[in-house]
Structure formats: structure tokens, C-alpha cells
Nanobody
């Protein structure tokens, strides 16, 4: 059973940076793509970024392209989200997730992911 635990959220001023981490348990961590999603108050959970199982391919939502970077270290069973040039509209709970249901390289839809972490709050003040 895979378990995911996010960390690294917090309060930061606009223009600042944060690095989120997602630690995974389970022997097959390195076999699946993993993604980050965000959920702002009153809104649906939205795709942010995804990385393939080996770390060589990534894809980003237009809203974060050029500012956020997703990466993974399979030796540590961990993925990361480096967030730079943060904006108030980036304020949300951020979730990591693993996609094991389908053989997709870079899944972007919520229902393509089967296991989620508990989330970590990111608040960007103006």
C-alpha cells in the first residue's frame, strides 16, 4: 500500500519561493508517474505538474509554467515542487498523487490518480 506525505508548505510573501516535498512509501515508487495538484478555497482540485516514472519528462499547467519545477529522487522515494515567483493566486492546499491505474506517461486528470497525500497549505501574501 503506497502512502504519500507532503511537507514544506507555509506562509510566504509574493515573489518568494517554497519547496514542497512528497515522501512515498512502497517498493514500486519509481515505476509510476506522480503529480502535484492544488485546491484553493471553494474551488476544485486542479492539476499543477506531473513527472514521469524516470524523471525525464514533465508537464505543467500554464499558470505555473516557468515558475514551478517538479522533480523526483527515486533513491529517496520523494518528489519535489520548487515554487518560485509565487503569487497570491498560488494560495491553496497542495497535494501530491501517484498514477497507477493506467499506463499513461504524463497524466493530468484527477481520476487518473489513485492515491493522494493529505495536503500541505501554501499561503502567499500580497
Amino acid at each position: 500500500q503506497v502512502q504519500l506525505v507532503e511537507s514544506g508548505g507555509g506562509l510566504v510573501q509574493a515573489g518568494g519561493s517554497l519547496r514542497l516535498s512528497c515522501a512515498a512509501s512502497g517498493p514500486t515508487f519509481g515505476s509510476y508517474p506522480m503529480g502535484w495538484f492544488q485546491q484553493a478555497p471553494g474551488k476544485e482540485r486542479e492539476f499543477v505538474a506531473v513527472i514521469n516514472y524516470g524523471g525525464g519528462s514533465t508537464y505543467y499547467a500554464d499558470s505555473v509554467k516557468g515558475r514551478f519545477t517538479i522533480s523526483r529522487d527515486n533513491s529517496k522515494n520523494t518528489i519535489y515542487l520548487q515554487m518560485n515567483s509565487l503569487k497570491p493566486e498560488d494560495t491553496a492546499v497542495y497535494y501530491c498523487a501517484v498514477a497507477r491505474k493506467f499506463s499513461l506517461l504524463l497524466p493530468r486528470a484527477r481520476d487518473e490518480y489513485d492515491t493522494w497525500g493529505q495536503g500541505t497549505q501554501v499561503t502567499v501574501s500580497s
